[in-house]
């Protein structure tokens, strides 16, 4: 192993500890001390690598929001329907990829919604990110909708992605089931253009 490659590996080690005491234990209880025991390294390389919690949870938000972003990159790759249609569906897609809808990422990410409240790090994070869902889906129902009705639309389908991720992951009994959560978004999005298109129709 070479020198240069060893903090980006145990930087790793120590957001995948992070996940696996969130899981366990809630952000709120989660103490450097936890994750470096369950990384099985010493509390001053945690602080080396990411200075106290709030510099690790952001590490942990960050990897979290990278997933996303990469889960939908890869949707969009895969996707060989590239009409702006085919692109809201793999936005959708990938906000209930396995990366986003497996238990230790859901613990994280609610863990993350209520520490978000009373943090403004985390604060600034869920901005962002609540913010690209909305403008990425925007931008492409402007290609198929007027800007007015884009936006009420983009506004819906992101409250219906957000709305079905947030009961999947409060059901401590079932596995999340995003081939369902992705019919439903999908079937909102389709019927509010046929709803469009049967406005143009009867005008």
């Keep these: 192993m070479r020198k240069a490659e060893i903090p980006a590996i145990r930087k790793q080690q ?3 500890a992070t996940f696996s005491v969130i899981e366990v234990r ?3 209880q989660t103490t450097i001390n936890h994750v470096a025991k369950t990384a099985g390294l010493s509390v001053g390389i945690v602080s080396h690598y990411f200075g106290d919690k709030n510099g690790l949870m952001r590490a942990v938000m960050q990897k979290v929001l990278s997933d996303l972003k990469h889960a939908i990159n890869l949707k969009m790759q895969q996707n060989k329907d590239n009409s702006a249609r085919g692109c809201i569906v793999s936005i959708i897609e990938g906000n209930f990829d396995t990366t986003q809808v497996n238990r230790a990422a859901m613990k ?9 409240l009373y943090s403004d790090e985390l604060s600034q994070l869920q901005k962002i ?3 690209r869902l909305y403008s990425n889906l925007t931008w492409y129902l402007k290609k198929l909708l007027p800007s007015e009705k884009a936006r009420i639309v983009a506004k819906g389908l992101a409250a219906i992605i957000d709305g079905l991720w947030l009961r999947g992951s ?20 389709d019927l509010q253009l046929a709803k469009y298109q049967d406005h143009l129709v009867k005008k």
């Design 14 to 16: 120590l957001i995948e």
């Design 26 to 28: 809630g952000i709120q």
């Design 108 to 116: 994280v990410w609610l863990n993350f919604w209520a520490s978000s």
């Design 129 to 131: 990110n609540d913010h």
């Design 170 to 189: 409060l059901s401590q009994k079932d596995e999340f089931n995003k081939a369902e959560a992705i019919y439903i978004a999908i079937e909102y999005l």
